[in-house]
T-cell receptor
């Protein structure tokens, strides 16, 4: 079975500082990894994905994430946080093969708050 | 969010009512999904449709009945719900079910009284 863990329920950073939202995963086989953001009363918006290739993936709104196979992690990062980045962030994974092929499994979410 | 639309955005229903949620995607995708999002819990996949055929039912109670008449439309028919079914119901679509990203609608906030 595949799973995703987001160890922090909340992350607080000051505007202009770098931010990191952590994610670890467990899948059998090669993982596909995703980050989504959810603003209040809205659906999830796709930010970025890792399928294969470069371990550093760049996505929307200046976000990036680094795939680390040895640590089974896919942390979301941004060099300089904005107040408008405050939202709920979800990490997700799907299996590139096997019985759960294509099925997305989400973490429990991390609330990011960026203070002015 | 205009790629995937959901109606209604808010719904309040009694336990004996029957209602339906509607989802429409304008992205030309072939796969559609229903998710349930409850407070303090991870998103729960409910159903998956690929080319109008149901490929996954994640042990969802029969009081939730999905319908996919074509690749662009997905319904969730609701009857005799329980208060614990109150949640945000999210629809998503993707080109296929082969592991790519999914695109979500804004959701329907359901309250069962």
């Amino acid at each position: 079975a595949q799973s995703v863990a987001q160890p922090e329920d909340q992350v607080n950073v000051a505007e202009g500082n770098p931010l990191t939202v952590k994610c670890t995963y467990s899948v059998s086989g090669n993982p596909y990894l995703f980050w989504y953001v959810q603003y209040p009363n809205r659906g999830l918006q796709f930010l970025l994905k890792y399928i294969t290739g470069d371990n550093l993936v760049k996505g929307s709104y200046g976000f990036e994430a680094e795939f680390n196979k040895s640590q089974t992690s896919f942390h979301l990062k941004k060099p300089s946080a904005l107040v408008s980045d405050s939202a709920l962030y979800f990490c997700a994974t799907s299996n590139a093969g096997g019985t759960s092929y294509g099925k997305l499994t989400f973490g429990q979410g991390t609330i990011l708050t960026v203070h002015p | 969010e205009t790629g995937v639309t959901q109606t209604p955005r808010h719904l309040v229903m009694g336990m004996t009512n029957k209602k339906s949620l509607k989802c429409e995607q304008h992205l030309g995708h072939n796969a559609m999904y229903w998710y349930k999002q409850s407070a303090k819990k991870p998103l729960e996949l409910m159903f998956v449709y690929n080319f109008k055929e149901q490929t996954e039912n994640n042990s969802v109670p029969s009081r939730f009945s999905p319908e996919c008449p074509n690749s662009s439309h997905l319904f969730l028919h609701l009857h005799t719900l329980q208060p614990e079914d109150s949640a945000l119901y999210l629809c998503a679509s993707s080109p296929t079910t082969t592991g790519g990203e999914q695109y979500f609608g804004p959701g329907t906030r359901l309250t069962v009284t």
